[in-house]
């Protein structure tokens, strides 16, 4: 069992359209959240950074993280096709030395026009 | 402006021609960290320098080294390539937060073929 997991999709939705991103995971001692958006070729940005349980809010991005169900949500409201990229969840913490990331797969998501 | 700097952006090689990716930061930041991405795959952390401190991941091959010879600079040295290793190559800093929770900087990456 991978230590997150994340629907590959592909992911195709329509210009405004609500997103919904998950990601699951097994380790108790993550602590830190992240979600980073990587365009076609390029090296991923940091997008939403969350620490322990609850919500965060940026604009069209809301962040999620329940602990208690090891379970972590990405929400893109009024979704533009500028938004098309993979969205990749990542977590840290619990002792791992000099923040070790451990990423999931990657959501592809294409926002048509 | 670019923060973490890698280059080439794209490189060919030819099968077991020793090959080096270059990766150079403005942030001053402590960690340095090499990842190997390959399609539709997550980032896979290959090692990680903590200032000199080099830490290598356990399953990461032999025929894959690194130096990092001041604070701004980091060398990913593939010593034989093979067909397996073409893929992308992402360099990352960030600063040393013990426990987790520090936010890792991205390079554009370098796509790396291999003939």
């Known amino acids: 069992q991978k230590e997150v997991e994340q629907d590959p999709g592909p992911l195709s939705v329509p210009e405004g359209a609500i997103v919904s991103l998950n990601c699951t995971y097994s380790?108790?001692?993550?602590?830190?959240f992240m979600w980073y958006r990587q365009y076609s070729r390029k090296g991923p940005e940091l997008l939403m950074y969350t620490y322990s349980s609850g919500n965060k809010e940026d604009g069209r991005f809301t962040a999620q993280v329940d602990k208690s169900s090891k379970y972590i949500s990405l929400f893109i409201r009024d979704s533009q096709p500028s938004d098309s990229a993979t969205y990749l969840c990542a977590m840290s913490g619990g002792g791992t030395s000099y923040g070790k990331l451990t990423f999931g797969q990657g959501t592809i998501l294409t926002v048509h026009p | 402006d670019a923060m973490v700097i890698q280059n080439p952006r794209y490189q060919v090689t030819q099968f077991g021609k020793p090959v080096t990716l270059s990766c150079s930061q403005t942030?001053?930041?402590?960690?340095m960290y090499w990842y190997q991405q390959k399609s539709s795959q997550a980032p896979k952390l290959l090692f990680h320098y903590y200032d000199k401190d080099f830490n290598n991941e356990a399953d990461t091959p032999d025929n894959f080294q690194s130096r990092r010879p001041n604070t701004s600079f980091c060398f990913l040295d593939i010593r034989s390539p093979g067909l397996g290793d073409a893929a992308m190559y992402l360099c990352a800093t960030s600063t040393d937060v013990s426990g987790g929770g520090n936010i890792q900087y991205f390079g554009a990456g370098t796509r790396l073929s291999v003939l």
């Open positions: 380790n108790s001692a993550f602590q830190y």
């Open positions: 942030l001053n930041h402590n960690v």
